[in-house]
């Protein structure tokens, strides 16, 4: 395994915010007859069933693209419904190592992520055939297919790797690796939980989300942030 620090926009990385549970919080109304200056809703946040296995379209606007995911939790902001969502398929990144042996992440957007992306899917085509695919998809790279696990052979060695692995690293696992030039790269899977924001889409007759833009994602996050925080405290609390 390696370690690196991959900086997602509007990607909400939490290890416990899969310790959230289901509860329901109604949206409260203030009595007031200034309803456009007054604020009308209470911010909440449920956990979605584990058992619903449907997925829903996560929608980049910018480029027309759209990634499958299973929603995690629904979060009501100032009157506004956000879904949290984890990717469908197998979260993946591009990377290559840098001159001090590091590995660095290839953002999507980088003029390098043409000309890599292209190479790294023939080569996970001849190694896996039909059996996975690479795709271009927003916001992180997804293998779609059904990936092995790889099973842990010495608990207490990866124990210790976790202690060195800081609050601004993510850890990963190296799937495959090639050479292009001088460079070496590798297609890693993230081992951490990678969950998506988006809001609910304007059309009903649709179960489809739209992903925050990046000003979006600035003014949001931090709220989600805090209220995950928040039920998290509360359910510890409740716990002890």
């Known amino acids: 395994m390696a370690n690196?620090?991959?900086?997602?926009?509007?990607?909400f990385v939490a290890s416990h915010i899969a310790q959230i549970q289901a509860f329901t919080s109604p949206i409260a109304f203030r009595s007031t007859k200034i309803q456009s200056t007054s604020r009308l809703?209470?911010?909440t946040i449920h956990k979605v069933p584990e058992d619903d296995d449907t997925s829903i379209p996560f929608l980049d606007p910018k480029n027309n693209a759209f990634i499958e995911?299973?929603?995690?939790?629904?979060?009501?902001?100032?009157?506004?419904?956000?879904?949290?969502?984890?990717?469908?398929d197998t979260s993946v990144s591009l990377c290559y190592f840098d001159k001090g042996d590091?590995?660095?992440?290839?953002?999507?957007?980088?003029?390098?992520?043409?000309?890599?992306f292209p190479l790294a899917a023939g080569i996970v085509e001849d190694e896996f055939g039909e059996e996975l695919v690479l795709e271009r998809t927003p916001q992180t790279l997804t293998l779609v297919g059904e990936l092995e696990e790889e099973e842990d052979e010495d608990e207490e060695d990866?124990?210790?790797?976790?202690?060195?692995?800081?609050?601004?690293?993510?850890?990963?696992?190296?799937?495959?690796?090639?050479?292009?030039?001088?460079?070496?790269?590798?297609?890693?899977?993230?081992?951490?939980p990678v969950l998506l924001v988006g809001k609910a889409?304007?059309?009903?007759?649709?179960?489809?989300?739209?992903?925050?833009?990046?000003d979006e994602a600035d003014k949001i996050m931090p709220a989600l942030e805090k209220m995950f925080l928040?039920?998290?405290?509360?359910?510890d609390s409740t716990a002890s």
Request: with cysteine; charged share 35%; glycine share 2%.
């Open 4 to 11: 690196f620090y991959l900086p997602l926009i509007a990607v």
């Open 41 to 43: 809703y209470q911010n």
């Open 201 to 214: 889409s304007e059309d009903e007759n649709e179960q489809k989300c739209v992903l925050l833009s990046e």
């Open 69 to 88: 995911c299973y929603a995690d939790s629904i979060a009501i902001v100032d009157g506004i419904e956000y879904t949290i969502g984890n990717p469908c």
């Open 158 to 192: 990866e124990d210790e790797e976790d202690d060195d692995v800081s609050d601004e690293e993510e850890e990963v696992e190296i799937l495959l690796s090639f050479e292009e030039g001088d460079t070496e790269y590798v297609l890693v899977r993230l081992l951490d």
């Open 102 to 116: 590091n590995l660095i992440p290839i953002d999507l957007d980088d003029p390098m992520m043409d000309e890599i």
């Open 230 to 235: 928040e039920y998290q405290e509360e359910i």
